[in-house]
């Protein structure tokens, strides 16, 4: 192949400071432009992978020169917002919040104040062990304790199968969903489309345990139930 008859480097300070080569050369050298081009192309990775946000650089086609030309990376710019535009909604947004909290603490309250709640004595008793054990099997996942802060932890009863032992899911559930007791317990107590409109709770009482756990891999995901 024919030397090209232009070849021009030039220069550049980029806006972190590091030398950047803006390359022209005549149309005919691609092999010179497409190592160029690939080099820019990874330089722009690296350096929005380390800024965090949007980099650009520009290749230009002159059709009168018959040469093309690729920019140096540049930042492009971050969009802010006046101070004096956002202080509003955040303030409704920080009084929606706060009610939001008194209504979640208060649900809390009536939950755990239920009948079907068991303190870690009264839970330990019917199963016939120690306190110490129970809550042992609550932080591993083994038995269903939710937090009710005054109260502290309650044991619903009805986590119990027929034998009068926690179902067996519920280790599998806890990692599952997390390890949120809060999100075991939503689980257990709602309707779910992918349980025929069961709750996970009946579902598992029917001993259907193996859709029990496919529903809850897919809240998990995330899919519409």
Known sequence: MAAPKRSNHSGAASPAGVAALSFTTKLPAQADFKKVLLERYQEAIARSRKIGHRVSFRVEVDPASDAQTITPVEEQPVETFPVEDTRKP???????????????????????????????????????????????????????????????????????????R?????????????????????????????LDGRTGLRALQQGDDASVLAAAEGMARGDFD
Do not use: C
């Open 90 to 164: 955040d303030a409704e947004l920080e009084a929606a919040l706060a009610t939001a909290r008194v209504r979640g603490r208060k649900r809390v309250a009536e939950i755990v104040a239920g009948e079907d709640m068991l303190s870690a004595e009264a839970f330990a008793k019917l199963l016939g062990t120690s306190r110490v054990t129970v809550n042992a099997k609550r932080q591993s996942g083994q038995v269903l304790g939710i937090d009710g802060a005054k109260r502290g932890f309650r044991f619903p009863v009805w986590q119990l199968d027929k034998d009068g």
């Open 166 to 194: 926690p179902f067996g899911t519920l280790p599998a559930l806890h990692e599952t969903l997390g390890n949120s007791a809060w999100a075991v317990y939503r689980f257990l107590v709602s309707r779910h489309g992918a």
